[in-house]
């Protein structure tokens, strides 16, 4: 079944620089890829998703990148600000089942004014 | 309108002693899915409803687990003879339909087995 890796479990920025988290995937059948924010105490919530049909999407400070030749995609945040701080998850579908979505470890940002 | 809500929002229970978790998914949404999180951890997957039927339930760590949404709204998860390991964050998901799209967490229910 899908395995989904993410890095760095950690990561502190000083708020204004920008931040990147990495994920791999296992399935290359596997054809959609959110992006989920949890705040401390509270339910995740997407921030932005890629399918595989596409290399790149941008929602405005936040973009996600895609490789499915070698099976990984980033996480770009630029111009942090402290409310960015949470954990993110990157997740994958797999084409063989749409919907059981694999969630990566996460990644616990923290930005520092 | 109104989210996906989880009740009860917190539970402690005894080992062995059997629980009922509820999630009321958004209404309209078709898929609803249970996951479990440990601390420090990511969601895990535990079933996926689509309409009434399980679609997939391959994430059922084991025959204690059992998930029911009998009308295709409401769903409970059922854990029998609760193990300290089962002590988790449960949350609920719903999305509109079953084609990959944005899934739409509940609170969670924070079960604690003593």
């Known amino acids: 079944g899908e395995n989904v890796e993410q890095h760095p479990s950690t990561l502190s920025v000083q708020e204004g620089d920008s931040a990147v988290i990495k994920c791999t995937y296992s399935?290359?059948?596997?054809?959609?890829f959110p992006w989920y924010k949890q705040e401390l105490g509270k339910r995740p919530q997407l921030i932005i998703d890629?399918?595989?049909?596409?290399g790149e999407k941008k929602d405005q400070r936040i973009a996600v990148t895609l490789n499915k030749t070698a099976k990984h995609f980033s996480l770009h945040i630029t111009e942090t600000q402290p409310e960015d701080s949470a954990v993110y998850f990157c997740?994958?579908?797999?084409?063989?089942?749409?919907?059981?979505?694999?969630f990566g470890p996460g990644t616990s940002l923290s930005v520092i004014p | 309108g109104a989210g996906v809500s989880q009740t009860p929002s917190n539970k402690v229970t005894e080992k062995g002693k059997y629980v009922e978790l509820r999630c009321d998914p958004i209404?309209?949404?078709?898929?609803l899915y249970w996951y479990r999180q440990s601390l420090g951890q990511g969601p895990e997957f535990l079933i996926y409803?689509?309409?009434?039927?399980?679609?997939?339930d391959s994430g059922l760590p084991n025959d204690r687990f059992f998930a029911v949404r009998p009308e295709g709204s409401v769903s409970t998860l059922k854990i029998q003879r609760t193990e300290r390991g089962d002590s988790a964050v449960y949350l609920c998901?719903?999305?509109?339909?079953?084609?990959?799209?944005?899934?739409?967490f509940g609170p969670g229910t924070r079960l604690t087995v003593l």
């Open positions: 209404s309209g949404h078709t898929a």
């Open positions: 998901a719903s999305s509109l339909t079953s084609v990959p799209t944005e899934q739409f």
């Open positions: 409803f689509q309409g009434t039927g399980a679609a997939d």
């Open positions: 399935d290359s059948a596997s054809n959609y």
């Open positions: 890629i399918r595989s049909n596409v």
């Open positions: 997740a994958a579908s797999s084409k063989t089942s749409y919907d059981k979505v694999i």
